[in-house]
C-alpha cells in the first residue's frame, strides 16, 4: 500500500494544545507498580533489624529505671531513621528518573514539524511516524503507509505480522485481529515498512490498558552482585545470631545479671549485624544507573552497571557512532562511455554544477522519501535545493505510485512515480553499487570498471551509493502503462523486472566526531580493544580508522569472507582483526559469540530490529537512542542517548569507579564493624566491664551509614582508573585481597583502642575513663579509616582536597558531636563518660594518628591492579 497522505500537508497538533490535552488526560502510561511512599519506606525502616534492637534496648533502659538513656536510644532510632529516609528517597528519585529516560520513544509531528519526544507525553490526536522496529506508543488509525506490517502477539497471541492499510473516510477503532485492517496498537511493533497514523487512544483506554497488561521497562533486577550480596549476609546473619545467644547465655550465667546480659547481646548484634550491606549495594547500582544516564547512557538493566567496568572489547558501528551521521554529497560520478573523473564539490563550492551530473542528482532525490529522515536522503534533497532549484529536475507534482524496499538479499530500494500529467513513470533506484549493478545487469567488464571507481572513492572515507533509473515508457508490451493511469498494481513484484539503466555514483562524507580520536586512545589505556563493524567498503573504513586512530592489528575482514568462515576460523581470526566491513546486522551475532568463545567481555553497539540478537548476546547491549529502533533499545542493557562513541567511553569509566567505591565501602563497613564486635565480645569473654553499650553502637552508625552509603559514593573516580586493564569479571566483590585488608584495618584498630582500654585499667582509671578513652579513640579511628578508604591510590590527607561535600559534613558532623558528647555534663552523664583532660584526648588523638599510619602502610602494600603504559 502507497502513502495517500503527503507529510509535508499534515501539521498536527500545536504544542500549546498538546500540552493542554496532557494536563486534562494525563501521561500516556499504563498500570504500573508505583514508586515507594514515603510511608511504604518508614515501613520497611521500622521491621530494619537495627530498628529493632534499638527499641529492645530503649524498652530494657526503661524497666530497669534508667528513663533518659531509653529516650535517647528512641531519638537515636528517629535519627537513623531520618538517614534512612534519605537514602531510600535517593535510590528511589534515582529510579524515577531512570523510568522517564526509559519510557519509548515517538515520532510525532506537531506544528508542522517532526518531533521525538517520550511515549508517555504522546496525546490523543497526536500523529505518529511509524517505522521499521518502533514500538507503538498508542492505540491510532492508519492514515496513510508503505508496506506497512505490525507484530500484535502481544495482543492476540497470532505470531505471523498483521498488514495495515490506510483508512478511507471516518472509521471508527476496532478490536485487534486480521489483515488489511486501518488501526495500529500501543505496544505492538512495526516489522516492516512505513506510515502515518492518528492517535484514538493512549494510557488505560488502550487496548493494552484494558487487558490490564503492566509494562515497566525499569525493574529492580537481582544482579549477580545482589544475589553474592545475599548470601553473605544470610550467612553473616546466622552467625551473628547464635553469637548474640551466645554472649547472652554466657553474661546471664557468670554474673547473674540477665538483663545486662540481653543489654550486652543487643550491643554485639547491632555491632554485627550486616544489615547495611544490601542498602548500601542496591544505593550504589540505583544511584551508578543515573550518574551514568546524566552522561548520555542510559541502564536500562541494572547488570550492566557491574559488567561496565570489566569491558575488554568496544564493538562499535562507524556511521553516527565514530561520525556525526551528518551526511554531505562529496563527489558526483555520472556514467559515460570515457573515462572520467568525479567531480568534486568542496573543489567548486561557489560554482554552478554541470549538466552531466543533474540527472544524477535528479535521481537520488527521486530514489529517496519526499520528507526524507535519512541523512543520506536529506543530504540529496539539500543539494537539489541549493543547485537544481527552479529547473525541470525537481518533481514536487509527481506521484508516488509504488515504492520498493531494501532487503537481506537486494541493498537496492525502488520509487516508481507518476508524472503530473501522467504521461510519463520514471523509477529511480539507489543502494550498494554492486546490487545497482546487478539490477542494471552489468558485465564482468563493467563490474570491474565500477569496483575500481567506488575503491577509489571508498579510499577517501566517502560512502559510495549507487543510483539507476528505467523508464515504462520505453518497457516491453507487458510494462506499458494503460491510458490514462497505471494502476499500481499491475507493476511487477520484483525490482528486477524493470529494465534499469546505470547512471553513476555518489559519494557521501560523513565527519569523524571530534571527541573519538582521544576516547579511542582512552580505551587503548585502559586495555580495551575498540572494534569497528560497517556495512561500508574496506577502503572507506580504513580511512576512517586512520582518522580515528583505531589499531588495525590484521587484515579487514569483509561480510562475504566472514560467511565463508567456520567458527573455529572465525576465533583465531577475531583475535587479530579490529575492523569488519561490508558486514551485515545479522552478522554481528557471530562477531559476538566468537569473542565471547575467547573469554571476552563484549559491549555491542546496534540500532536496527537485526542487530537485537547481537545486543542480547553481547555481555553489554548498547542500542542508539537517537537513531535506534524501540526493539533494539528494548534488547540492549544500555541505551546511548546521544549516540556519541565517547559517551561510552565515559560510561566505561564510570562503572569502573562505581565497583572501585562500591569494594571502597564494602572494606569500611567489614574494617569498622571488627572493633566494635571484638570490644562486645571481650568485655563478655574476660569479666571485664562492658565498654560499649547500645547507645554507643548507634551514635556510631550515625556516622558508618552516611559514610558507607553518602560518602563513599560519591567519591570521585581513581587518578589511574583508566590506566590499568579492565576487571576480571568473574572476580567477587570479597575477593580474598578486599576481604583480607579489611581485617587488617579493623584488627589494627581493635588491638588500639584494646591497647588504650587496658592501660586506662592497669592504671585503675574508672570505668567512665575507660570508656571515654576507647569510645573517642574509636571514633578518631573511624573518621581516619574514611578518609583512607576514599582513594586505594591517594593518601589520606591529600583526600581532604577531593570535591566531596558529603564527606566534609560526616566528619564535620563527627567530631562536633563527639565534642558534645565529652562536654556537655548531661549527654556525657548519659554515655556514661567521665570528663577528658588535655593529656586524655593527646591519648586518642595518638593512638587515631597511629591507626591512620597503619591504614597508609596497607595502602602501599595492598597496590592496585598494575597501570598500564
Known amino acids: 500500500m502507497v502513502s495517500l497522505v503527503d507529510l509535508n500537508t499534515v501539521t498536527g497538533l500545536s504544542e500549546q494544545d498538546a500540552a493542554s490535552q496532557l494536563k486534562q488526560e494525563g501521561y500516556n502510561e499504563l498500570p504500573s507498580t508505583q514508586s515507594q511512599s514515603l510511608w511504604s519506606i518508614a515501613w520497611d525502616m521500622v521491621q530494619d533489624p537495627i530498628f529493632l534492637l534499638l527499641v529492645g534496648g530503649g524498652i530494657i533502659y526503661w524497666i530497669l529505671g534508667d528513663l533518659q538513656e531509653a529516650l535517647i536510644l528512641l531519638g537515636f532510632v528517629f535519627f537513623l531513621m531520618g538517614i534512612s529516609l534519605y537514602q531510600e528517597g535517593k535510590t528511589e528519585h534515582a529510579l524515577e528518573a531512570l523510568r522517564d529516560l526509559s519510557s519509548p520513544r515517538a515520532l510525532v509531528v506537531r506544528g508542522g514539524e517532526r518531533k521525538r519526544i517520550a511515549g508517555r507525553e504522546v496525546v490523543r490526536e497526536d500523529i505518529l511516524v511509524l517505522a521499521e522496529g518502533d514500538r507503538i506508543p498508542a492505540d491510532a488509525i492508519v492514515l496513510s503507509c508503505t508496506n506497512l506490517s505490525t507484530d500484535e502477539s502481544l495482543l492476540t497471541g497470532e505470531s505471523l505480522p498483521v ?66 550480596m545475599t548470601r553473605l549476609v544470610s550467612r553473616l546473619f546466622g552467625i551473628a545470631l547464635l553469637l548474640c545467644v551466645a554472649i547472652v547465655v554466657i553474661y546471664g550465667f557468670t554474673t547473674g545479671d540477665w538483663l545486662k546480659g540481653v543489654l550486652a547481646g543487643i550491643t554485639l548484634a547491632m555491632a554485627i549485624l550486616p544489615n547495611e550491606f544490601p542498602v548500601v549495594v542496591t ?101 537539489g535545493s541549493r543547485y537544481l532549484a527552479d529547473t525541470e529536475h525537481l518533481h514536487n507534482d509527481w506521484k508516488l505510485l509504488r515504492e520498493y524496499p531494501l532487503s537481506p538479499n537486494l541493498l537496492a530500494m525502488s520509487h516508481v512515480w507518476e508524472s503530473s500529467d501522467r504521461q510519463q513513470y520514471e523509477i529511480a533506484a539507489k543502494g550498494a553499487p554492486e546490487a545497482i549493478a546487478d539490477l542494471c545487469h552489468f558485465t564482468p567488464q563493467q563490474q570491474q570498471i565500477l569496483t575500481a571507481q567506488v575503491s577509489e572513492m571508498a579510499s577517501q572515507g566517502l560512502r559510495v551509493l549507487g543510483v539507476a533509473k528505467a523508464s515504462l515508457i520505453d518497457a516491453p508490451p507487458p510494462f506499458l502503462p494503460p491510458h490514462p493511469s497505471l494502476n499500481p498494481e499491475h507493476l511487477p513484484d520484483k525490482q528486477h523486472d524493470f529494465p534499469f539503466e546505470f547512471i553513476g555514483l555518489v559519494g557521501l562524507s560523513d565527519p569523524v566526531r571530534p571527541t573519538v580520536a582521544a576516547a579511542i586512545q582512552e580505551c587503548y589505556t585502559a586495555g580495551i580493544r ?40 572465525l576465533q583465531q581470526r577475531i583475535q587479530s582483526t579490529n575492523i569488519f566491513a561490508r558486514a551485515v546486522p545479522e552478522q554481528k551475532l557471530r562477531i559476538v559469540n566468537a569473542l565471547k568463545a575467547k573469554g571476552e567481555v563484549v559491549a555491542m553497539t546496534g540500532d536496527g530490529v537485526n542487530d537485537a540478537p547481537a545486543l542480547k548476546a ?69 569479666k571485664l566491664p562492658l565498654v560499649l553499650l547500645p547507645i554507643h553502637v548507634a551514635f556510631l552508625h550515625l556516622i558508618i551509614d552516611p559514610a558507607c552509603s553518602i560518602v563513599l559514593e560519591a567519591e570521585p573516580a581513581e587518578a589511574n582508573v ?29 588491638v588500639i583502642i584494646l591497647t588504650i582500654f587496658a592501660i586506662a585499667i592497669y592504671r ?25 578508604e576514599g582513594s586505594t591510590s591517594r593518601l589520606s590527607l591529600k583526600i581532604l582536597k577531593s570535591p566531596n561535600p558529603a564527606l566534609w559534613w560526616v566528619l564535620g558532623g563527627g567530631l562536633f558531636f563527639l565534642i558534645l558528647v565529652l ?47
Not at 824 to 829: D, E, G, H, S, V
Open 722 to 750: 583508566m590506566k590499568r586493564p579492565p576487571r576480571n569479571s568473574q572476580e567477587p566483590l570479597f575477593g580474598k585481597k578486599t576481604l583480607g585488608l579489611a581485617i587488617l584495618q579493623g584488627g589494627g584498630i581493635l
Open 163 to 228: 498488514r495495515k492499510v490506510a483508512a478511507k473516510g471516518k472509521v471508527e477503532m476496532a478490536h485487534p485481529g486480521g489483515d488489511e485492517l486501518p488501526f495500529v496498537y500501543s505496544g505492538t511493533l512495526v516489522i516492516q515498512g512505513q506510515g502515518i497514523a492518528q492517535v484514538q487512544s493512549v494510557g488505560a483506554q488502550t487496548e493494552m490498558g484494558k487487558i490490564g497488561k503492566a509494562l515497566q521497562k525499569v525493574l529492580p533486577e537481582s544482579t549477580p552482585l545482589q544475589q553474592e
Open 283 to 383: 544505593l550504589f547500582l540505583a544511584l551508578g544507573a543515573w550518574r551514568i544516564s546524566r552522561n548520555h547512557v542510559l541502564a536500562r538493566r541494572a547488570i550492566a552497571v557491574e559488567t561496565l567496568g570489566s569491558a575488554t572489547v568496544l564493538c562499535v558501528d562507524k556511521t553516527g557512532t565514530l561520525t556525526l551521521n551528518q551526511m554531505a554529497v562529496q563527489q558526483l560520478l555520472p556514467h559515460k562511455p570515457e573515462k572520467t573523473q568525479p567531480y568534486n564539490l568542496g573543489l567548486h563550492p561557489q560554482k554552478p554544477l554541470p549538466e552531466a551530473v543533474h540527472q544524477l542528482i535528479e535521481f537520488c532525490i527521486l530514489a529517496s522519501q519526499r520528507d526524507p529522515f535519512d541523512p543520506m536522503e536529506k543530504a540529496f534533497k539539500q543539494l
Open 618 to 686: 553481547a555481555q553489554i547491549g548498547i542500542a542508539m537512542g537517537q537513531r535506534g529502533t524501540d526493539v533494539a533499545r528494548e534488547s540492549a542493557a544500555l541505551v546511548l542517548l546521544d549516540d556519541d562513541f565517547s559517551s561510552i567511553v565515559q560510561a566505561v569509566k564510570l562503572g569502573r569507579r562505581i565497583f572501585d567505591n562500591l569494594r571502597k565501602a564494602m572494606s569500611y563497613l567489614i574494617a569498622i564493624h571488627i572493633p566494635i564486635a571484638g570490644m562486645s565480645l571481650i568485655s563478655v569473654l574476660f
Open 764 to 788: 585503675q582509671q574508672s570505668e567512665f575513663d575507660a570508656r571515654a578513652l576507647t569510645f573517642t579513640t574509636l571514633i578518631l579511628a573511624n573518621l581516619g579509616l574514611i578518609l583512607s
Open 823 to 869: 562536654y556537655i555534663p548531661f549527654l556525657r552523664q548519659l554515655f556514661s563518660f567521665s570528663f577528658l583532660h588535655s593529656i586524655d584526648l593527646v591519648i586518642c588523638l595518638v593512638g587515631a594518628a597511629i591507626s591512620l599510619i597503619w591504614f597508609e602502610l596497607l595502602k602501599l602494600r595492598h597496590q592496585p591492579q598494575r597501570v598500564i603504559k
Open 530 to 569: 575498540v572494534v569497528m563493524i560497517t556495512g561500508d567498503y574496506p577502503e572507506t573504513a580504513q580511512s576512517i580508522a586512520r582518522q580515528v586512530g583505531l589499531l588495525q592489528m590484521g587484515a579487514i575482514l569483509t561480510g562475504a569472507e566472514l560467511d565463508q568462515m567456520g567458527d573455529t576460523e
